[in-house]
């Protein structure tokens, strides 16, 4: 295995993978493999897996055809959440080399070129989920604008129906310390937005004697990064004071995405969920109340076992009398070795979909009315890199999506844009404010939090 030196990626599922596939590629790179695109015929291919996907074995399958397609000589490494929790049966599968377990991939080189190749099967090596206690940082590269960082991993609270558990092991994470670290050398890189990531975010810092928002505070003082952006957070771990010091903070964004995943009671204590819909009101009101133009992001499931129409009308009436302005629907499906699968009163798969297709209509309509809301007013924008048809995109501080004409000059620059109408893609179109500049841009974003 010497002689291989080009490597491709493919990630499937969350933003979490997508900041570890980065950070396996740039491991990768250290060894003496050059990255390179998957239609570029690698000699290496890596597929990091997913095991919320519905799909999880087909989708495995699938890329793994597409590899052989593209390159039949290639070696195949498969790592992920579903490869931890089905490795044997990924080995299995023709043209598979190599499945790392949870622990294992992060020493994937090393993997590759103890592999020989020439064996009939993909040979397997994993260990059991409870062993696994290191915690790696990773962030992903490639996009200058913005990163993914992960400042925490695995997750403590076994829900019914998750298997996140049993893919990534128990909630660990770094230190404060470490973690700053991290985002000083991505602010190096000159990235000016960093969205902090994890399985159960708020959950940082427990092994250690410290906490999330010791952790935002520190982070919040680290220079070259306008904005930071928590990208999920438990409703119980989104207590008072982290919603006040983003309130108050100069680089976290007004953006909070909490997962509910159900609107009744009775279906959250089924979930063994930590909370109940009245606190779930509760943080989401201290939001609104500290910052009117933040915005909230929800995750429902649809369909989990015991969900009576009833109890689905209690979620959609919940999620009309609170104020959060966008949904992430999920239809549940059945996950071998959870609690939830085990339950009676499964709900049939069209009742599961009718009821998803109703949320996300439901989501539509609670994006444009936070969109409509912003009509008019002036927000800072990040500008992205990528060109589509003479325009340009960006992100509001509060994350509303914006489309200009396309400038060179402005990609990765934060710019004061007035919002105008709702275009057919559902971005806001936007002029710039004459009375930009980087500095005013960094004081509405401290004073607009």
Same mark, same amino acid.
């Given at each position: 295995?010497?002689?291989?030196?080009?490597?491709?990626?493919?990630?499937?599922?969350?933003?979490?993978?997508?900041?570890?596939?980065?950070?396996?590629?740039?491991?990768?790179?250290?060894?003496?493999?050059?990255?390179?695109?998957?239609?570029?015929?690698?000699?290496?291919?890596?597929?990091?897996?997913?095991?919320?996907?519905?799909?999880?074995?087909?989708?495995?399958?699938?890329?793994?055809?597409?590899?052989?397609?593209?390159?039949?000589?290639?070696?195949?490494?498969?790592?992920?959440?579903?490869?931890?929790?089905?490795?044997?049966?990924?080995?299995?599968?023709?043209?598979?080399?190599?499945?790392?377990?949870?622990?294992?991939?992060?020493?994937?080189?090393?993997?590759?070129?103890?592999?020989?190749?020439?064996?009939?099967?993909?040979?397997?090596?994993?260990?059991?989920?409870?062993?696994?206690?290191?915690?790696?940082?990773?962030?992903?590269?490639?996009?200058?604008?913005?990163?993914?960082?992960?400042?925490?991993?695995?997750?403590?609270?076994?829900?019914?129906?998750?298997?996140?558990?049993?893919?990534?092991?128990?909630?660990?994470?770094?230190?404060?310390?470490?973690?700053?670290?991290?985002?000083?050398?991505?602010?190096?890189?000159?990235?000016?937005?960093?969205?902090?990531?994890?399985?159960?975010?708020?959950?940082?810092?427990?092994?250690?004697?410290?906490?999330?928002?010791?952790?935002?505070?520190?982070?919040?003082?680290?220079?070259?990064?306008?904005?930071?952006?928590?990208?999920?957070?438990?409703?119980?771990?989104?207590?008072?004071?982290?919603?006040?010091?983003?309130?108050?903070?100069?680089?976290?964004?007004?953006?909070?995405?909490?997962?509910?995943?159900? &609107?009744?009671?009775?279906?959250?204590? $089924?979930?063994?969920?930590? #909370? *109940?819909?009245? !606190?779930?009101?509760?943080? =989401?009101?201290?939001?609104?109340?500290?910052?009117?133009?933040?915005?909230?992001?929800?995750?429902?499931?649809?369909?989990?076992?015991?969900?009576?129409?009833?109890?689905?009308?209690?979620?959609?009436?919940?999620?009309?009398?609170?104020?959060?302005?966008?949904?992430?629907?999920?239809?549940?499906?059945?996950?071998?070795?959870?609690?939830?699968?085990?339950?009676?009163?499964?709900?049939?798969?069209?009742?599961?979909?009718?009821?998803?297709?109703?949320?996300?209509?439901?989501?539509?309509?609670?994006?444009?009315?936070?969109?409509?809301?912003?009509?008019?007013?002036?927000?800072?924008?990040?500008?992205?890199?990528?060109?589509?048809?003479?325009?340009?995109? &960006?992100?509001?501080?509060?994350?509303? $999506?914006?489309?200009?004409? #396309? *400038?060179?000059? !402005?990609?990765?620059?934060? =710019?004061?844009?007035?919002?105008?109408?709702?275009?057919?893609?559902?971005?806001?179109?936007?002029?710039?404010?004459?009375?930009?500049?980087?500095?005013?841009?960094?004081?509405?974003?401290?004073?607009?939090?």
């Amino acid at each position: 295995m010497g002689s291989t030196r080009t490597a491709a990626y493919h990630t499937l599922g969350c933003k979490l993978n997508f900041s570890e596939t980065s950070t396996l590629a740039r491991s990768l790179e250290e060894a003496g493999y050059a990255r390179v695109k998957v239609e570029d015929r690698p000699d290496v291919f890596v597929l990091n897996t997913c095991s919320v996907t519905e799909n999880a074995d087909k989708e495995c399958r699938r890329h793994v055809r597409r590899f052989q397609a593209i390159n039949p000589e290639a070696f195949i490494a498969v790592v992920g959440c579903y490869a931890q929790l089905k490795p044997e049966e990924i080995a299995a599968i023709p043209g598979v080399h190599l499945v790392l377990g949870a622990n294992e991939k992060f020493d994937l080189a090393a993997h590759i070129e103890a592999s020989d190749g020439k064996q009939e099967h993909g040979r397997a090596v994993f260990g059991a989920i409870k062993e696994v206690k290191r915690f790696i940082p990773s962030w992903n590269s490639g996009d200058r604008t913005r990163t993914f960082l992960k400042v925490q991993d695995g997750c403590d609270y076994f829900c019914s129906f998750c298997t996140i558990p049993l893919a990534r092991g128990r909630s660990r994470s770094g230190t404060v310390a470490e973690t700053v670290a991290q985002a000083e050398a991505i602010a190096a890189q000159g990235i000016r937005e960093v969205v902090l990531t994890g399985v159960n975010t708020g959950d940082f810092g427990r092994s250690h004697g410290e906490d999330f928002l010791q952790l935002i505070k520190a982070l919040d003082r680290v220079e070259g990064i306008d904005r930071f952006r928590i990208s999920s957070i438990e409703p119980n771990l989104c207590n008072d004071e982290v919603i006040r010091f983003v309130a108050q903070s100069k680089r976290f964004a007004p953006h909070f995405h909490m997962p509910l995943q159900s &609107g009744s009671d009775v279906i959250l204590e $089924r979930m063994r969920r930590r #909370y *109940d819909t009245a !606190l779930y009101a509760e943080r =989401v009101n201290a939001i609104k109340a500290l910052m009117p133009h933040a915005c909230i992001g929800v995750d429902v499931i649809t369909g989990t076992p015991g969900e009576t129409e009833e109890e689905f009308l209690r979620t959609h009436a919940f999620l009309r009398s609170i104020p959060v302005d966008y949904l992430h629907v999920f239809t549940y499906s059945e996950r071998a070795n959870t609690t939830a699968v085990r339950m009676d009163d499964s709900v049939p798969m069209e009742v599961r979909r009718e009821r998803t297709k109703q949320l996300r209509i439901l989501g539509s309509k609670l994006q444009r009315a936070f969109y409509e809301k912003h009509l008019g007013t002036i927000r800072p924008v990040l500008l992205e890199a990528e060109e589509a048809e003479g325009h340009m995109l &960006g992100f509001t501080d509060n994350y509303v $999506r914006v489309t200009l004409p #396309y *400038d060179h000059t !402005l990609v990765n620059t934060i =710019v004061l844009v007035t919002l105008g109408r709702i275009n057919g893609d559902g971005h806001m179109t936007g002029s710039i404010d004459p009375m930009n500049g980087s500095a005013t841009a960094s004081c509405l974003l401290a004073t607009a939090n």
